[in-house]
């Protein structure tokens, strides 16, 4: 038994083991392949459904483009935590983008994209062979609350509001003690207009 890497250039990669017969077309055929408008590359250089294969071999279809050249191929891995185990990808564009592209990945709001745990600034982020590039859930900042028009104290302390209450509470006694010394003049005001009506009768 034999392990190999099997997948298509951009694209995921699977890791699969061949027992028996251990050729491309075995190993496509296993992987659910169709080799058809593509070139075959094992490790690079150029291959037939009948090339033999060994221990660790990487099985590449590559789309058929004037110009592609034999190497450059970038291996890395990509995933979403939570919910995206790690998954080996191929691609000649060493970009984050093209990683996520390549993957099928689209980034959702309130996450953003890491390469080896560093944060990824632009799409145009470079990555290199052997990387793990991975997309985390961040924490959205709260938007700070709208301050109510011409409120311009800002919320008072707990001390602040008790030295309000004490103040509030210390006039009331004041206004209190002016009207109880009033009614004590009324009163004796009123006693001396009864006396003197009194005395007059």
């Known amino acids: 038994m034999i392990n190999i890497r099997v997948g298509r250039l951009p694209g995921r990669i699977v890791e699969i083991a061949l027992n028996g017969e ?26 037939t459904p009948a090339t033999t294969l060994s221990e660790g071999d990487l099985v590449l279809l590559v789309k058929k483009i004037k110009g592609n050249a ?3 191929i970038t291996l890395v891995r990509v995933g979403r935590v939570p ?31 890491f390469v080896n745990d560093v944060p990824a600034t632009s799409p145009d982020t470079p990555v290199r062979n052997g990387d793990a590039i991975v ?13 109510l028009e011409g409120d311009d104290d800002p919320c008072p ?23 109880r010394t009033a009614y004590r003049d009324a009163k004796r005001d009123l006693e001396s207009l009864l006396a003197e009506i009194r005395s007059a009768s």
């Open 70 to 72: 034999d190497d450059g």
């Open 135 to 147: 997309i985390k859930a961040v924490a959205v900042p709260d938007e700070p609350e709208e301050e």
């Open 157 to 179: 302390s707990l001390e602040e509001m008790a030295e309000r209450e004490i103040s509030a509470a210390m006039e009331m006694a004041a206004r209190l003690a002016e009207a």
């Open 22 to 47: 251990r050729t491309v077309a075995t190993a496509l055929a296993t992987a659910g392949l169709d080799p058809a408008g593509y070139e075959i590359r094992v490790q690079g250089a150029p291959a």
């Open 83 to 113: 919910g995206m185990a790690l998954a080996l990808v191929a691609v000649e564009t060493e970009t984050v983008g093209a990683v996520l592209e390549a993957a099928g990945l689209v980034l959702a709001e309130g996450e953003a994209v």
